[in-house]
């Protein structure tokens, strides 16, 4: 049996969010992304394995994050999702920039990997 655990998809958000503060996103999405995975951001875009990994490496890094509200959801044995809001600060952004995420992972091999992230926006 592989049953995921929450602490275990939350330390993956949390890895996978320092390695956007350390500007090697592509590096480290290159290494936990299912080879179909998909993003979808906030803005509307969606995004392939490649176009993640292509676009991350060097891009501005994050200053700060927060992770709040994560919620668990067992999928199957090898499947689960995490859903949390997230808010991170930028240099170059005026506001922080504020999201509900949702992350789909399946363990392969013995290893998390990313399947699908999503976004939505948050408005206050």
């Known amino acids: 049996m592989n049953n995921f655990t ?7 958000e949390h890895a996978g969010w320092q390695s956007l503060c350390e500007s090697r996103g592509g590096t480290f999405y290159g290494r936990i992304l299912t080879d179909d995975a ?5 803005n509307g875009t969606t995004m ?4 993640v990994v292509d676009s991350l ?10 992770i709040e509200d994560a919620q ?9 999702a995490l859903t949390y809001r997230a808010t991170a600060t930028r240099s170059d ?3 922080p920039f504020t999201a509900l995420m949702s992350s789909v992972y399946r363990r392969i ?3 998390p990997r990313l399947a699908l992230y999503q976004q939505t926006a948050v408005t206050d």
């Open 38 to 42: 998909v993003f979808v951001l906030v």
């Open 72 to 80: 668990f959801i067992h999928l199957s044995d090898d499947a689960a």
């Open 57 to 66: 490496d060097g891009a501005p890094s994050w200053d700060t994050y927060r």
């Open 6 to 12: 929450a602490k275990e998809l939350l330390e993956a």
């Open 48 to 51: 392939s394995r490649e176009q």
């Open 93 to 95: 952004l005026a506001e």
């Open 109 to 111: 091999e013995g290893t």
